[in-house]
């Protein structure tokens, strides 16, 4: 089901990568996609909708926390389709919250695509606790498709395979070979979509998940379940690539849901070198994981590194003390005042 604009642009990072003195480093601008203020979720929307419509559905129904990305494109998606959207939720998740959190960002954009919410606890099994809301709305006479929590299954992993495909014909025009795709990883859905696709292409990008739930473990465990599930529909070998999965775990600043300095000042980095907005919960997180890599000389010289923009940025309203504290502030923003950080490349690179 035809959600967004294909391809979705993919950009030379000219002034961050001379500003980190590194190799070249462009963005995949999946925060752009043109649906419900974009988002990777809407790559696998894309398959999940058509599940839901193919199932004669009229109420799509998923979990998520209060400034959940998942929620607010799965209300959007649901808004296009004429569909109603049906929320579990989870308000114990992140418990540290600013005045206003509950309100703004991704919940009022939620509202707006007038999705409707109920609570649930993040100690409930969220597959059950929306199995037991579909049946509920089943007896009011409704039909709803549950979209699990984050679009993480089967069907949506393969919105990854397809941007996979994708970004292999965006490199086809790159004069410097993508060798890296950094991005901030969850559910675990981007990650297992991206490595199943570019290794049935046969492309050696190795893919580099940021971990932004500091659960290490958990992360891994659904990279690898996704990829092999994956397996049953693309014939990838699914245990090699399971055992080269590379998933940094340094930048999940201790909790989901909370930022650290690394997170700010990379926040304020890619905004004040590129004109990007990041966000605290995710994406800033993988750009702190990038910038941090960089500057440990993990890539080569001649390495060509995409960052992937897997969206977000509706979030920085429920952190805006987060985002204007002094903490935040570090020496890679003081460089920002450097001749390096203002030197002008020439435009139009490749
Ligand atoms: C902005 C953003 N980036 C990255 C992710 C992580 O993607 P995945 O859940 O597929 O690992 C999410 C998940 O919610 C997200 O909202």
Known sequence: MPLGHWPTPLEPLARLSIALGGPLISVKRDDTISLGMGGNKVRALEYLMAEALSADADTVLTAGVVQSNSVRQVAAAAAKLGLDCVVAVIRDRVLQVEP???????????TLYGATYEDMSWSENVPQRLAAIAERLRRQGLRPYIVPYGCASLTGAIGYVRAAIELAKQFASMTTPVTHVVHACGTGATQAGLVAGFAALDRPVKVIGVDIDADPAGVRRRVGDLLRQ?????????????????IETDYSAGAYGTADQAT???IRTLARTESLIFDPVYSGKA?????????????????????????????????QALLRSPEGSTASDDRC??????????????
């Open 230 to 246: 994956l397996r049953q529909v693309i014939g990838i070998e699914s245990e090699v690539l399971i055992a080269e999965l590379q």
């Open 100 to 110: 206003g959190y509950a309100q703004t960002g991704n919940f009022l954009l939620g």
């Open 287 to 319: 750009a702190a994981a990038l910038i941090e890599l960089v500057r440990q000389r993990f890539f080569q010289p001649e390495d060509h590194v995409v960052l992937l923009h897997t969206g977000g940025s509706p979030a920085i309203y429920a952190y």
């Open 337 to 350: 005042a450097s001749a390096a950080w203002r030197s002008r490349p020439p435009y139009g690179h490749s």
């Open 264 to 266: 700010v000042a990379a």
